[in-house]
């Protein structure tokens, strides 16, 4: 059994509100159970659709994939009604619940493997006026910084069949590390009400991040670097550091023999550390940071 909660009341929009899609990621979780136990008929025109845990086998694993069939939901889509387990959600959230909303909220954090600074994002798209739709929706978020993002393999994603059914579509990256914070917390919370609000579903005036909001972009794929090592990771830069080309990021150290010297990673291109490796542990192949474009 997975949870849903539906709150309607009188003609409106419908919001689909989605956690969970990846079971280690826990501000849109925490958000979304919260969301599910305080938001009443009384304070909706139209209606809301919580899942706030998409991959409930994952969620209920505390592990980014499924326990039952390895799934990751964010590359099951459009899934199959006589596949496998995260299959038969993806079918299911596509085929019945997709269709029924006019925006659709996805909050991703970077679970146990990755931390990003919190932003909203949206995704350059073909129809530009479905792109500012997006767009609006995801500036009324109201996160520290808002991202256009770039998808470096968007075959499977929630994110590509939501859009391609032409649906308002945000996402985020709120954190990660496996947990959440306080501060995570409170802009996971001010942004679902603010999205509600923006929507016209929920009443009330939208509530702006504190410093404001920083306009991100990734331009391209020098955003991301990558390890290229197995090893130890030692951070030489943290979340939401400025750096220049060629500057000091990262070392990776042998864990099989002492006395070497590490290998070094530079920055890619200037812009802002949006996102950096978490575990202490680092494979080759893994995304060992993010660099992205302020504007």
Same mark, same amino acid.
């Given at each position: 059994? #997975?949870?849903?909660?539906? %709150?309607?009341?009188?003609?409106?929009?419908?919001?689909?509100?989605?956690?969970?899609?990846?079971?280690?990621?826990?501000?849109?979780?925490? +958000? $979304?159970?919260?969301l &599910?136990?305080?938001?009443?008929? &009384?304070?909706?025109?139209?209606?809301?659709?919580?899942?706030?845990?998409?991959?409930?086998?994952? /969620?209920?694993?505390?592990?980014?994939?499924?326990?039952?069939?390895?799934?990751?939901?964010?590359?099951?889509?459009?899934?199959?009604?006589?596949?496998?387990?995260?299959? =038969?959600?993806?079918?299911?959230?596509?085929?019945y619940?997709?269709?029924?909303?006019?925006?659709?909220?996805? %909050?991703?954090?970077?679970?146990?493997?990755?931390? /990003?600074?919190?932003?909203?994002?949206?995704?350059? $798209?073909?129809? =530009? *006026?479905?792109?500012?739709?997006?767009?609006?929706?995801?500036? &009324?978020?109201?996160?520290?910084? +808002?991202?256009?993002?770039?998808?470096? @393999?968007?075959?499977?994603?929630?994110?590509?069949?939501?859009? *391609?059914?032409?649906?308002?579509?945000?996402?985020?990256?709120?954190g990660?590390?496996?947990?959440?914070?306080?501060?995570?917390?409170? %802009?996971?919370d001010?942004?679902?009400?603010?999205?509600?609000?923006?929507?016209?579903?929920?009443?009330?005036?939208?509530?702006?991040?504190?410093?404001?909001?920083?306009?991100?972009?990734?331009?391209?794929? @020098?955003? /991301?670097?990558?390890?290229? @090592?197995v090893?130890? /990771?030692?951070?030489?830069?943290?979340?939401?550091?400025?750096? =220049?080309?060629?500057? $000091?990021?990262?070392? %990776?150290?042998?864990?099989?023999?002492t006395?070497?010297?590490?290998?070094?990673?530079?920055?890619?291109?200037?812009?802002?550390?949006?996102?950096?490796?978490?575990?202490?542990?680092? =494979?080759?192949?893994?995304?060992?940071?993010v #660099?992205?474009?302020?504007?």
């Amino acid at each position: 059994m #997975i949870p849903i909660t539906v %709150i309607r009341n009188g003609a409106g929009p419908t919001a689909l509100l989605t956690g969970g899609n990846h079971g280690d990621e826990y501000e849109g979780l925490v +958000s $979304l159970f919260k969301l &599910a136990g305080s938001l009443t008929p &009384a304070d909706v025109t139209g209606r809301v659709i919580i899942l706030p845990a998409m991959n409930y086998p994952a /969620f209920r694993n505390a592990s980014r994939t499924s326990p039952i069939d390895a799934g990751n939901m964010n590359r099951s889509y459009p899934g199959k009604p006589d596949g496998t387990v995260t299959q =038969k959600i993806a079918d299911y959230v596509l085929r019945y619940l997709v269709p029924e909303a006019d925006i659709v909220l996805d %909050i991703h954090s970077g679970g146990k493997t990755l931390d /990003f600074i919190p932003f909203a994002a949206a995704h350059v $798209l073909p129809d =530009k *006026e479905q792109e500012a739709r997006c767009v609006a929706a995801m500036n &009324a978020f109201g996160a520290p910084y +808002s991202m256009m993002m770039l998808e470096l @393999d968007a075959v499977g994603m929630f994110d590509t069949v939501v859009e *391609e059914a032409g649906k308002t579509f945000v996402t985020t990256e709120l954190g990660g590390g496996g947990s959440t914070t306080a501060e995570r917390m409170a %802009i996971a919370d001010r942004g679902v009400r603010n999205v509600l609000i923006h929507a016209g579903i929920v009443g009330g005036e939208l509530e702006t991040a504190p410093n404001g909001t920083a306009m991100l972009d990734m331009p391209g794929d @020098d955003c /991301f670097v990558a390890s290229e @090592d197995v090893g130890l /990771f030692e951070p030489c830069v943290d979340l939401g550091d400025m750096v =220049k080309k060629g500057d $000091l990021i990262a070392r %990776i150290y042998d864990v099989e023999r002492t006395g070497t010297q590490p290998r070094n990673y530079h920055a890619s291109r200037d812009g802002i550390i949006s996102c950096r490796h978490f575990p202490g542990l680092i =494979k080759m192949g893994d995304c060992l940071a993010v #660099i992205a474009k302020v504007l």
